[in-house]
């Protein structure tokens, strides 16, 4: 089946600083991908859609200052957690669609200290 | 609005017994798509089904069935003869053409299978 391929898989990092996570489609193409977060023993909420070559869709309350999301090709997608909290410590997962199915990450747990 | 619960929100059954996980959905389109998938505890999503709307009929798939009824919205996840490595968190989750394929997800029921 299709994969899509997120790294890293854990970060620890300071509160204050901005992480970056990358999301590929290895061997699709993918004009919009998907990226969600899952608190610990909780389902996956919806942060926003990522649509190559244009703005991103956020979800309602999730601020797009905080959570910068860059689609600049077919194959990655970036979410980047600004002056990161430890309130932002949380799994991150991302999504694409090879045809009908949607396929996930390995997901990135973050750890703001 | 576009909805996905999964009532059972923790089971545990012994090995080798039959579990059924339930899922109901909510939602005013006429074309959409139906999802289960399994989250163990390294954290990846697992695809297991894709169901549409226009195909109820139930699929086997080895161990794995689904009964897909939209008389009653439910699109349920039965696992027959249990083994430990099914163990994980399961997601029943919702998304239709109208809306930019996002996918919807249930709370999603952790199973326990005892050995």
């Known amino acids: 089946g299709a994969v899509v391929s997120q790294h890293p898989s854990w970060v620890i990092c300071k509160s204050g600083t901005s992480v970056k996570i990358e999301c590929r489609s290895l061997d699709f193409q993918a004009t919009t991908m998907f990226w969600y977060r899952q608190f610990p023993k909780q389902s996956l909420m919806l942060m926003a859609t990522s649509n190559e070559g244009s703005k991103a869709t956020y979800e309602q309350g999730v601020e797009k200052d905080k959570f910068l999301i860059n689609h600049a090709s077919l194959t990655l997608s970036t979410l980047t957690v600004t002056s990161a909290h430890p309130e932002d410590s949380s799994f991150y997962i991302c999504?694409?669609?090879?045809?009908?199915?949607?396929?996930f990450g390995q997901g990135t747990r973050l750890t703001v200290v | 609005a576009q909805k996905v619960t999964q009532a059972q929100t923790e089971i545990s059954v012994v090995e080798k017994e039959d579990v059924t996980l339930d899922c109901v959905y909510e939602?005013?389109?006429?074309?959409?798509?139906l999802f289960w998938y399994k989250q163990p505890p390294s954290g990846e999503l697992v695809f297991l089904i894709r169901r549409n709307s226009f195909d109820e009929q139930n699929e086997i798939s080895g161990r794995y069935s689904w009964n897909f009824q939209k008389s009653t919205s439910s699109f349920n996840f039965t696992i027959t003869a249990s083994q430990v490595v099914d163990s994980a968190v399961y997601f029943c989750a919702l998304s239709d053409e109208n809306r930019d394929d996002k996918i919807i997800f249930g709370k999603g029921t952790r199973l326990h299978i005892l050995p």
């Open positions: 939602t005013r389109d006429t074309t959409y798509y």
């Open positions: 999504s694409a669609r090879d045809g009908a199915v949607a396929f």
